[in-house]
């Protein structure tokens, strides 16, 4: 492969790309992968994804790429960039279209064996429960003044509401609610296409899953999080709809004219930008964090349909069935955060695009009973095989400003998955697993075949190797209900 | 007669049209927007809209424009499967836009796009010869 010789080999699971690649980058991009995936990777545009974001102004350390990195649209999906606040620039390029699409993990005290002669009727309630596909609307229809608590509070409005309980909330990533939200920076567009979304999934790789912990890797780790092998779980995966689409679409316009306003030069116009302090920077910020917050109080919604979903098919309480939330994280979204660069402690914007935020053990950040093992990092594989809990680490901070991966990352395209995947034949291969699914659109289901999927293993054990995050669990679905 | 070929991407789908004049690009940019949402050939025009929006390019204005179609398809509830373009330059675009209500089509629906992107986007015209030919491509974050 000629392209792996425009790579400088750091050791096995870190590859750089050197300046030189390419006129105007500020720093060197730094790839977390082994020499496989690499060399998959560097058939489509990935790479000089990575080196694009690299010209960002501001820009400290390397344009990261987490071992699931792949093509996308501006930044590469699986990239992080850490811009400084005093004189950086923010990127609504670098969070995407879907603001704080993440993923969280409830656990319960339900065997796989006392699951298991239900599975079926879980799925199909789920399904109902909690509305999924294209144009789908939520039975929560929001008044002007409850849209903008939504956007100021997070999941804290939803519990406020009752969807929930109140322990949820420290076991959330910014507990639920990023600051800075400003309601008055939101498009009147962008509050009619999210007001009748709340609480609901979407369509494309969003899902829930019921699945079983297959495999323990850190026995102590686990007990703290509350998991046990044979135990069934819950992993929801969606973020803030049309309300973040239309969000990230107004000011990408708006980002548009700032990036020639302030004379910054980037080789993709996806990857328009502002200077953080700016006006523009400001306003998309506090945006932004609306967006987030209304990610989280959707999946709040959604835990509350999904307790009482289980609560119906086992009638048990969903307290006396343990069904506690392990953690949440958001894997598309821009932070604050402090980092030592170059020997001091600088406040630098990390947009997390596709990676997820990995904090270490006695992170002020983490609440108390996680303080000893690290904050979970969830990331969910495809339909067929498996996902994984993780937890961050000292390395992590140390070389991707607290960030891992966010999933397996896409191997095929859409159109390709289609192509090779027969639709009836997927369900049976998955019912000879054992998987039971439920989903809105056929389409969607072929799209998404575990084929279209790099082994989430893979990725996982790169950020294992690396040290960027530590392995704690594997999930194996048995359920899976899909838009 | 205009041609859309779809782009392998990754992660995403991407879309390239040939037309003869610009405005049938900008329609068949739509169409094909609308292909990856629905079964389009389904979805009878029995409501209609008119859409305007501005913007200071031709990319610009394609995208705008089928961001516009993909906020008024959540807001007003509608799959759009006939697009006519009445006005267009570089900086201005008027429509009218045809469609049906989504609920009518449950069976048929495919994937939810979230928006156009202006990663890749291009909008070319070759005014030589007799064939006006006029290439649009756009990748879409689905």
């Not at chain 1, 020997?343 to 009973?369: N, S």
């Amino acid at each position: 492969m000629a392209k792996v010789k425009t790579l400088e080999k750091v050791d096995e699971y870190r590859w750089a790309l050197p300046t030189s690649h390419k006129e105007g980058m500020r720093v060197h991009g730094m790839i977390y992968m082994d020499r496989e995936m690499l060399e998959e990777m560097l058939e489509d545009q990935a790479l000089e994804q990575v080196a694009n974001v690299a010209f960002l102004p501001g820009i400290v350390r390397a344009s990261l790429a987490m071992p699931d990195i792949h093509w996308g649209y501006g930044f590469p999906i699986g990239g992080v960039a850490a811009t400084r606040v005093s004189d950086g620039v923010i990127s609504p390029g670098g969070i995407g279209f879907d603001i704080n699409c993440g993923v969280r993990l409830l656990r319960t005290n339900l065997t796989f064996e006392e699951a298991q002669p239900k599975l079926q009727d879980l799925v199909n309630l789920l399904f109902t429960y909690i509305p999924t596909g294209v144009g789908s609307t939520g039975k929560i229809k929001l008044s002007e003044s409850a849209f903008r608590s939504v956007m100021t509070k997070g999941a804290r409005w939803a519990l406020e509401q009752g969807y929930g309980w109140s322990e949820d909330l420290d076991h959330l990533e910014e507990h639920g609610s990023l600051p800075l939200a400003n309601p008055d920076v939101v498009s009147r567009e962008a509050v009619k296409r999210g007001h009748d979304q709340l609480g609901t999934l979407g369509s494309g790789n969003h899902f829930a899953e019921v699945q079983v912990v297959e495999e323990l890797y850190d026995l102590h780790a686990a007990e703290v999080l509350g998991l046990h092998k044979g135990q069934v779980t819950l992993l929801i995966h969606t973020g803030s709809r049309g309300f973040g689409h239309q969000i990230a679409t107004d000011y990408i316009a708006v980002m548009g004219g700032a990036t020639r306003k302030y004379g910054i030069n980037i080789p993709d116009r996806q990857l328009a930008c502002a200077p953080v302090t700016s006006e523009e920077g400001e306003r998309y910020f506090g945006a932004m964090a609306c967006a987030a917050n209304f990610a989280w109080a959707n999946r709040q919604a959604i835990t509350h349909w999904a307790r009482e979903a289980f609560e119906q098919v086992f009638k048990r309480s969903a307290e006396s069935l343990g069904m506690h939330i392990v953690y949440d994280v958001a894997h598309n979204i821009a932070k604050f955060e402090e980092y030592e660069v170059d020997g001091r402690k600088e406040k630098l914007c990390i947009h997390r695009k596709g990676a997820t935020r990995a904090f270490p053990p006695g992170h002020p950040e983490l609440t108390l009973d996680y303080q000893s093992i690290g904050q979970p990092v969830l990331v969910p594989g495809d339909m067929g095989r498996y996902s994984f809990v993780m937890l961050g680490t000292k390395k992590a901070i140390e070389e991707t400003f607290g960030s891992s991966c966010h999933g397996a990352g896409r191997q095929k395209s859409r159109s390709q998955a289609k192509r090779e995947v027969k639709y009836k034949d997927l369900l049976d291969e998955l019912g000879r697993k054992g998987i039971f699914i439920r989903a809105s659109s056929r389409e969607t289901v072929t799209e998404e075949a575990p084929v279209a999927y790099k082994d989430v293993e893979r990725v996982v054990d790169v950020c294992h190797g690396a040290g960027i995050s530590k392995k704690v669990a594997k999930l194996r679905p048995v359920g899976v209900i899909k838009g | 007669m205009a041609e859309i070929v779809q782009i392998d991407h990754t992660a995403d789908m991407g879309i390239q049209v040939s037309a003869p004049t610009l405005k049938e690009a900008f329609e068949s940019c739509a169409f094909a927007m609308f292909s990856l949402m629905v079964r389009i050939e389904k979805v009878q025009g029995k409501e209609e809209l008119e859409v305007e929006v501005s913007a200071d390019s031709y990319e610009d204005l394609l995208i705008s424009w089928l961001n516009r179609l993909l906020y008024l398809h959540e807001t007003e509830k509608l799959l759009f499967s006939r697009f006519e373009i009445l006005d267009l330059d570089r900086s201005h675009l008027k429509a009218r836009v045809y469609g049906d209500f989504t609920r009518n089509y449950q069976e048929d629906l495919g994937r939810a796009v979230k928006a156009a992107t202006h990663h890749l986007v291009k909008v070319e015209c070759d005014g030589t010869g007799e064939k006006n030919l006029c290439r649009a491509q756009v990748i879409f974050d689905v």
